[in-house]
């Protein structure tokens, strides 16, 4: 259903795109703004992610570099609701583009910059992908040697802290009529996610360390377990009544009161507990067990989950590049001979 709300988005690769996917799936108009050439980097180094993040938007290809271009964009500013862009800090500043200037055409204009390390600061120019950012966050520490499979920080701390702020913005906006500026940092947003090891660490003073935390595989009752068929177990039986079901069900209830035993018995607890579960398959436990509130699942891979999804809208596909140029900027009262003339010089490009 629309919304009613109009989105540019000037950004580039997985962290914009995601954040604004989000919300034209819930109805916001997105208007994507690529440079004439070749558009956003994602549509030749990662088509697929390009399709899944862009399906359902517009594409304008404006050269922003060209006063034109620029004059252009400030013309969708005006009936825009938001603008998010992923530059470099100072950027846009630089192509008069700044929120101060763009505010004085459009002052209900929420204007997202969505960068690594925020606009200022020590690492503000700093280049990094989602790898640098969980590095410098403390949370790749806490799952050495192993890079996550997925963006953690592009998503989780870029993305969704993108919207939740456009979204509170917008709120606010309603109130008073005024947009705002807001600065998303992709580092600032992974720290947020470090709620459990940093109150560890200012309880303990110890940095906590891969796999020997509460929740990362210390204690027998929260791990990961081998099946007989090779296939994985998670098991999450953190409180006491899930731990002594569990136990219950393996015919171990001895170790019920070691549930978070210190002692050298600590790493002989969990070595039986995983000889037990190897000695049927993944699914078998997990159908002998998952009536019993022992919080264990077999752990499954991209395949098996993408079997279990709805498959994609076919009707909303990623726009081609410029594909809506033309369209967007007759709206704006932009003629077909200026159209022509802007095409000829390289300040637009539409398909």
């Given at each position: 259903?629309?919304?009613?709300?109009?989105?540019?988005?000037?950004?580039?690769?997985?962290?914009?795109?995601?954040?604004?996917?989000?919300?034209?799936?819930?109805?916001?108009?997105?208007?994507?703004?690529?440079?004439?050439?070749?558009?956003?980097?994602?549509?030749s180094?990662?088509?697929?992610?390009?399709?899944?993040?862009?399906?359902?938007?517009?594409?304008?290809?404006i050269?922003?570099?060209?006063?034109?271009?620029?004059?252009?964009?400030?013309?969708?500013?005006?009936?825009?609701?938001?603008?998010?862009?992923?530059f470099?800090?100072?950027?846009?500043?630089?192509?008069?583009?700044?929120?101060?200037?763009?505010?004085?055409?459009?002052?209900?204009?929420?204007?997202?910059?969505?960068?690594?390390?925020?606009?200022?600061?020590?690492?503000?120019?700093?280049?990094?992908?989602?790898?640098?950012?969980?590095?410098?966050?403390?949370?790749?520490?806490?799952?050495?040697?192993?890079?996550?499979?997925?963006?953690?920080?592009?998503?989780?701390?870029?993305?969704?802290?993108?919207?939740?702020?456009?979204?509170?913005?917008?709120?606010?906006?309603?109130?008073?009529?005024?947009?705002?500026?807001?600065?998303?940092?992709?580092l600032?947003?992974v720290?947020?996610?470090?709620?459990?090891p940093?109150?560890?660490?200012?309880?303990?003073?110890?940095?906590?360390?891969?796999g020997?935390?509460?929740?990362?595989?210390?204690?027998?009752?929260?791990n990961?377990?081998?099946?007989?068929?090779?296939?994985?177990?998670?098991?999450?039986?953190?409180?006491?009544?899930?731990?002594?079901?569990?136990?219950?069900?393996?015919?171990?209830?001895?170790?019920?009161?070691?549930?978070?035993?210190?002692?050298?018995?600590?790493?002989?607890?969990?070595?039986?507990?995983?000889?037990?579960?190897?000695?049927?398959?993944?699914?078998?436990?997990?159908?002998?067990?998952?009536?019993?509130?022992?919080?264990?699942?077999?752990?499954?891979?991209?395949?098996?989950?993408?079997?279990?999804?709805?498959?994609p809208?076919?009707?909303r596909?990623?726009?081609?590049?410029?594909?809506?140029?033309r369209?967007?900027?007759?709206?704006?009262?932009?003629?077909?001979?200026?159209?022509?003339?802007?095409?000829?010089?390289?300040?637009?490009?539409?398909?």
């Amino acid at each position: 259903m629309p919304l009613g709300i109009a989105i540019l988005d000037l950004t580039r690769l997985l962290p914009g795109a995601a954040a604004t996917a989000l919300l034209a799936e819930r109805g916001a108009e997105v208007i994507k703004i690529e440079q004439p050439g070749g558009g956003d980097y994602a549509r030749s180094l990662i088509p697929a992610v390009f399709a899944a993040t862009n399906a359902g938007k517009k594409s304008v290809s404006i050269n922003l570099k060209d006063p034109r271009g620029r004059d252009l964009l400030i013309s969708l500013v005006r009936n825009a609701d938001v603008l998010i862009e992923g530059f470099r800090p100072g950027t846009m500043k630089r192509l008069g583009l700044g929120y101060n200037e763009l505010r004085e055409v459009n002052q209900r204009i929420i204007y997202a910059s969505l960068t690594g390390y925020g606009q200022s600061g020590a690492y503000a120019d700093l280049a990094g992908h989602d790898v640098n950012y969980l590095a410098l966050s403390g949370v790749l520490d806490l799952n050495l040697p192993v890079i996550p499979g997925v963006q953690i920080a592009d998503l989780a701390g870029g993305a969704m802290q993108a919207v939740i702020a456009i979204l509170f913005a917008l709120l606010e906006r309603g109130a008073t009529g005024e947009g705002r500026y807001l600065d998303v940092s992709m580092l600032a947003g992974v720290e947020s996610l470090l709620t459990i090891p940093l109150a560890a660490y200012r309880t303990t003073g110890r940095a906590p360390r891969a796999g020997e935390e509460i929740l990362s595989g210390r204690y027998a009752c929260y791990n990961l377990y081998e099946a007989s068929d090779s296939r994985w177990l998670a098991v999450g039986a953190l409180e006491p009544k899930f731990w002594a079901a569990l136990c219950g069900q393996l015919e171990c209830e001895d170790l019920i009161p070691l549930q978070f035993c210190e002692d050298e018995r600590r790493e002989a607890i969990k070595n039986r507990v995983a000889s037990i579960f190897r000695m049927r398959t993944a699914s078998e436990w997990f159908d002998a067990l998952r009536s019993h509130d022992c919080c264990v699942t077999p752990v499954l891979n991209v395949a098996e989950v993408a079997a279990r999804m709805p498959q994609p809208d076919p009707t909303r596909r990623p726009p081609r590049l410029g594909e809506h140029t033309r369209p967007v900027l007759d709206s704006m009262g932009v003629g077909a001979a200026e159209l022509d003339a802007l095409e000829a010089a390289g300040v637009i490009e539409s398909r």
